[in-house]
């Protein structure tokens, strides 16, 4: 076998959770090197970091741009599990909940995507194992086998293509290698979660390996709903992985990768955890809340829904409410199946030409309790009587095929190179159904639940070539320049009417009100992006760089229930340009690791919801736009330590400010404590009664309006976060076990989390912190370990915006409005404990 081989064995497209995986081998470190240096480490010195960032095997600390890595050790300390671990663990990222998991969305630098529509894609790529997730929102299920995570912050679109507009997570599992190897954990909660993980792999022969793997969890929920007595919030899943490497001939590596996923979500189920009115004015931040008596509350001020029976057995006062009532499911369960294949072929110059092909099929149904409780809250038409609950559900069927050949170069020249070729075609159905109405009653957009019935399909093929070198030009100066072509074509088809008992597309027909059929086909969208950098190693400990790349994220398509005739059209690319100062060093004898940047990234034609209007039509639409200009800016630091052979340190912080620069036309918030003025409808400064004061009529006589919001708060993330982790091992020399202690503190500043910039939309600040501790035996054939997440039980609301019912103080539809808060708790908002053991033979 050639220990010349590079490691770039793609460990296929590895889900989450529970899993099976058969083994693929490694990416460019000889196999049989690489078991020496981890069964030879120097107890005094940090391990190197391997990272994939760049499409080759490169060291941390070599590589010039900001990258964060979660290690193995790490992500089993904190009992990492599904990808809101991993945001929790790293300062740049943020994560944005919701209403079900599929319309999740991640936050890179302070900017990510959040769209209800199919047609829109993320921001920030998901790679597992080389091979981008189609949809981001597919990434949000259990984590399996995971050997790192390395988190790329600004723009990757010259390697990494669409969707990395605002950067990417590169998820790697574990690799083949050594002899076979059992391994098996078993976790639990004293809030009954728990998993089961099993998994072997090793060389069974020179030229074969296998690595399989098994994980399933059941996380069953922190809240109660009192309809069903039944748990909810909680995930659930089972994930298989195979990965199997053979050699059939000198020079060449076969991998395949297979994989299996099923997930269960029924996050994204709200509370109401405060109830009250107002008085006093948001503008001068006076106000004041004044509590609501329950009993003459009513839900939308329907006479027939007092709060007394919609939230009955429920405090709704209380800001720690996890009490429910729901008639119908919210949440989205899926089932993933796909499999990798790649080829690695060795030149006779040490050069790799790869071959990585990848089919993926994800499947899923969603469904969302819209009118937030158990009582029937809709009447059939020519009834008086409340029969009819609203809920929506659906179905999502995505289908994606990639394919690249990758030409990477020695690593023993002045210059180094990647260069390679792109196709990858994504397919996604949707089926959409919200509230009631069935044929052939007469029904409209405007009834209570606005129904809708809509039958979509998108299509995306993309083709690009793409190259990055490494120039050595001087003894201690490097540069590096990369550039992509990328040709993008899209199109979408789209069916709407509002008659929800039609389910069989075949059967969708015209009604009273009609059919919207919307179509387009063979949209174009060529673009190039670039990186830049030059890095000075100023001695063989310290380096610094500077370093400029672009990103290019394609048309966009407003496929949503709200599509108007005048969305038919897609909307522009996103684009953004990034300028980053840093510099990585290792210092003390390499006993400490120090990485630090400061960056300014601009976002064109940023992908939003915004409002709109159409000539001589007084109705004021929502439609996918584009804010003209955002941007971010800010300071990162990433620092490890060993303190001691025994004790260990993590710490990370980052400072982020993105903001908005241009956006005449945003959205105003309801402030209801300003007053109209005479007949124009206009407040205190020129601006809308009952809306902020900065809110201007969109037309005269209008009772809506907008605000210019250049120069606001972008919404979302915290100015400020840190994680530091520590461990402390404590060795017996007379025992053949040894202990150990370990612990987390993470740390984010108050944040706004509406882009109106309503100014009672904030969040608090909020500082939780993590103990862990346990034994292991010496050569680490087993492990038993205990933890106390949010040890202090700091009780925090991450999400104070969270969709929810309507209440006013009196039963009719004109009655005072009443403020209701509504929440969905973190994972760790309340204490809780548990205990893993691991076993490897």
Request: with cysteine.
């Amino acid at each position: 076998m050639d220990k010349n081989r590079t490691e770039g064995r793609i460990i296929a497209v590895k889900p989450l959770a529970a899993v099976v995986a058969l083994a693929v081998a490694q990416w460019a470190v000889p196999v049989y090197a690489q078991e020496a240096q981890e069964a030879q480490p120097d107890p005094n010195k940090l391990q190197s970091v391997i990272v994939t960032a760049n499409k080759r095997v490169e060291k941390l600390e070599s590589v010039p741009m900001a990258i964060s890595v979660i290690s193995e050790e790490e992500l089993q300390r904190n009992n990492v599990r599904e990808i809101e671990d991993i945001v929790a663990l790293t300062p740049s990222l943020t994560q944005a909940s919701g209403t079900t998991a599929a319309n999740n969305a991640l936050f890179m630098r302070g900017i990510g995507t959040v769209s209800v529509g199919i047609g829109v894609e993320s921001d920030v790529s998901v790679i597992i194992d080389d091979i981008p997730i189609a949809v981001q929102f597919q990434a949000f299920r259990d984590l399996a086998d995971v050997a790192r995570v390395e988190v790329l912050k600004g723009p990757q679109s010259t390697l990494f293509g669409k969707s990395a507009v605002a950067g990417a997570i590169n998820i790697v599992t574990k690799p083949i290698s050594g002899p076979m190897v059992y391994r098996g954990s078993a976790y639990y909660t004293n809030d009954h979660e728990y998993r089961l993980a099993a998994s072997m792999g090793g060389r069974l022969t020179e030229t074969f390996g296998i690595r399989i793997a098994a994980n399933k969890s059941d996380m069953p929920g922190n809240f109660t709903n009192l309809t069903t007595g039944e748990k909810v919030n909680g995930s659930s899943g089972k994930t298989m992985m195979a990965k199997i490497s053979w050699t059939p001939i000198r020079n060449l590596d076969v991998d395949i990768m297979p994989q299996y996923n099923e997930q269960t979500n029924t996050r994204g189920v709200t509370a109401v955890n405060g109830f009250y009115r107002t008085t006093g004015s948001a503008a001068a931040g006076n106000l004041t809340r004044v509590p609501v008596d329950i009993n003459t509350a009513y839900m939308n001020g329907n006479p027939l829904l007092p709060a007394s029976l919609v939230l009955a057995g429920i405090d709704p006062t209380d800001p720690g409410n996890r009490l429910v009532r729901r008639d119908f499911p919210t949440g989205i369960s899926s089932k993933t199946t796909g499999t990798g294949l790649k080829l690695s072929y060795t030149l006779p110059n040490d050069a790799t030409l790869m071959s990585i092909s990848s089919y993926q099929r994800y499947k899923a149904n969603d469904s969302r309790d819209q009118d937030f409780t158990d009582q029937p809250t809709i009447a059939r038409p020519g009834e008086t009587k409340l029969t009819v609950g609203n809920n929506q559900f659906g179905t999502y069927d995505i289908r994606s095929k990639t394919q690249e050949l990758r030409l990477v170069s020695p690593d023993n020249n002045g210059l180094r190179y990647v260069a390679g070729l792109w196709w990858a075609r994504n397919e996604i159905d949707r089926h959409f159904i919200r509230g009631f109405c069935v044929a052939p009653t007469r029904c409209a957009s405007n009834s209570p639940s606005s129904p809708t019935n809509y039958y979509t399909d998108i299509y995306n093929v993309n083709k690009a070539a793409f190259g990055q070198a490494t120039w050595d030009f001087a003894p201690t100066w490097t540069l590096v320049a990369g550039l992509r072509r990328n040709l993008e074509e899209s199109g979408f088809n789209y069916e709407r009417n509002f008659f929800t008992d039609q389910l069989d597309r075949s059967t969708f027909v015209p009604g009273p009100v009609g059919v919207d059929v919307f179509g387009s086909s063979g949209n174009e969208d060529w673009s190039t992006t670039g990186k830049l950098s030059i890095q000075k190693q100023i001695n063989r400990d310290l380096m610094v760089y500077a370093m400029t790349a672009t990103g290019h994220k394609g048309k966009a398509y407003d496929v949503t229930s709200g599509l108007r005739a005048s969305a038919a059209f897609p909307v522009d690319p996103e684009t953004s340009r990034t300028y980053e100062l840093g510099t990585k060093a290792n210092l003390f004898n390499n006993r400490m690791s120090v990485a630090a940047v400061v960056y300014k990234t601009d976002f064109e034609h940023y992908q939003q919801n915004t409002s709109f209007v159409l000539p001589n039509d007084p109705t004021i639409y929502t439609q996918l736009n584009s804010i003209p200009k955002l941007r971010t800016k800010g300071f990162e630091l990433d620092a490890n330590l060993l303190i001691t052979p025994n004790w260990s340190m993590n710490a990370a912080l980052a400072y982020t400010r993105p903001s908005i620069e241009d956006w005449k036309n945003g959205p105003c918030y309801q402030d209801n404590t300003n007053p109209a003025i005479g007949t124009t409808g206009l407040g205190e400064g020129g601006s809308l009664g009952g809306w902020n004061r900065n809110c201007f009529p969109i037309r005269a006589g209008s009772t809506t309006g907008i605000q210019d919001l250049s120069g606001g708060i972008f919404p979302g993330t915290p100015k400020v976060k840190v994680n530091i982790g520590s461990q402390y091992d404590l060795r017996f020399t007379s025992l053949p076990f040894r202990a150990f202690i370990n612990g987390n503190v993470r740390y984010q500043s108050d944040y706004q989390t509406a882009i109106s910039n309503d100014p009672r939309a904030v969040n608090n600040a909020y500082t939780i912190a993590d103990l862990g501790f346990g034994i292991r035996q010496n050569k680490d054939l087993w492990r038993l370990s205990f933890r106390v997440n949010n040890l202090f039980d700091r009780f925090y609301i991450p999400n104070a915006n969270a969709s929810g019912p309507s209440f006013r103080a009196g039963p009719t539809s004109t009655s005072p409005s009443i403020t209701v808060d509504s929440w969905v708790p973190p994972r760790d908002v309340f204490r809780y404990f548990s205990v893993k053991l691991d076993v490897k033979f």
